[in-house]
């Protein structure tokens, strides 16, 4: 079954949630190389047990991401290092 096209009202929305999850996400990674709070454990007792676990599953989530991509770079370099 074929999707069905977005409308111009659809796609405006779309582009406008991207730049705004962008501005977000910019300010987020901003703030927590230039905030010693974030490393700071009496913050983190402050916050409720869920966030913090969902966090962690995050954190652990991007760096298993990273680990897998950086394998992939690798074995491409192997790759054509072997074929040289």
Not at 18 to 26: C, G, L, M, P, T
Request: aromatic share 2%; charged share 35%.
């Amino acid at each position: 079954m074929p999707r069905r096209k977005l409308t111009p009202k659809e796609k405006g929305a779309m582009q406008a949630a991207r730049k705004v999850a962008k501005e977000q996400s910019d300010a987020a990674l901003a703030s927590i190389g230039s905030n010693a709070q974030f490393k700071n454990p009496k913050l983190w007792a402050k916050v409720d047990g869920e966030s913090v676990t969902a966090i962690q599953k995050a954190m652990a989530k991007a760096g298993a991401d990273s680990k897998r991509a950086k394998i992939v770079k690798l074995q491409k370099e192997l790759a054509r290092l072997e074929s040289d």
